[in-house]
T-cell receptor
Framework: QKEVEQNSGPLSVPEGAIASLNCTYS??????FFWYRQYSGKSPELIMS????GDKEDGRFTAQLNKASQYVSLLIRDSQPSDSATYLC??????????FGKGTRLSVIA | SAVISQKPSRDICQRGTSLTIQCQVD?????MFWYRQQPGQSLTLIAT?????????ESGFVIDKFPISRPNLTFSTLTVSNMSPEDSSIYLC??????????FGQGTRLTVV
């Protein structure tokens, strides 16, 4: 059974701090990894994708991938109240559809 | 990325009735998926909608309860049949454009009373 493990939270951080969201996955052959953001009552929105080991930066977001440890993380710098949402980790095991985690609820406190 | 239009965005339905949710994509896509998301929970895959053949259902979901159509490469419907309050949920369609990422429609918030 291919699985993604995420801490459900809530993760609370003060405004301006770095939020760190973590995810582990079970499938060693996974090649593609994604972070989705879902605001309450809305559908998931893709915010980051990462395919190779190391860091990938996009604005205030940095995704980190370590395939040896089967670990992917998302860092949000200078967190804003508008970042408060549920963040879903997902991976592509080569067979559609993506495998999603249960999500981590982030709360940024002003 | 594909533009996905899903409707209705929300509905309140009487138990025992059925609701059909539509998903329209602005480009041809091979794979379309239907998910359910219950309050405070993550996504649960209901089925994969295949063009030209029957949908492939996940464990716990059956065609009689959730019939799916996929008449072409840009459109699919999901029907929630003989509804009960336990079917109250958000239903989402998703497409895979072949580049691994999945994109979602706006979702349908269903309340069964």
């Amino acid at each position: 059974q291919k699985e993604v493990e995420q801490n459900s939270g809530p993760l609370s951080v003060p405004e301006g701090a770095i939020a760190s969201l973590n995810c582990t996955y079970s499938d060693r052959v996974s090649q593609s990894f994604f972070w989705y953001r879902q605001y309450s009552g809305k559908s998931p929105e893709l915010i980051m994708s990462i395919y190779s080991n190391g860091d990938k930066e996009d604005g205030r977001f940095t995704a980190q991938l370590n395939k040896a440890s089967q670990y992917v993380s998302l860092l949000i710098r200078d967190s804003q109240p508008s970042d408060s949402a549920t963040y879903l980790c997902a991976f592509d095991s080569g067979n559609t559809p993506l495998v999603f985690g249960k999500g981590t609820r982030l709360s940024v406190i002003a | 990325s594909a533009v996905i239009s899903q409707k209705p965005s929300r509905d309140i339905c009487q138990r025992g009735t059925s609701l059909t949710i539509q998903c329209q994509v602005d480009s041809q896509v091979t794979m379309m998926f239907w998910y359910r998301q219950q309050p405070g929970q993550s996504l649960t895959l209901i089925a994969t909608a295949n063009q030209g053949s029957e949908a492939t259902y996940e464990s716990g979901f059956v065609i009689d309860k959730f019939p799916i159509s996929r008449p072409n490469l840009t459109f699919s419907t999901l029907t929630v049949s003989n509804m009960s309050p336990e079917d109250s949920s958000i239903y989402l369609c998703s497409v895979d454009e072949g580049a691994a990422e999945a994109f979602f429609g706006q979702g349908t918030r269903l309340t069964v009373v």
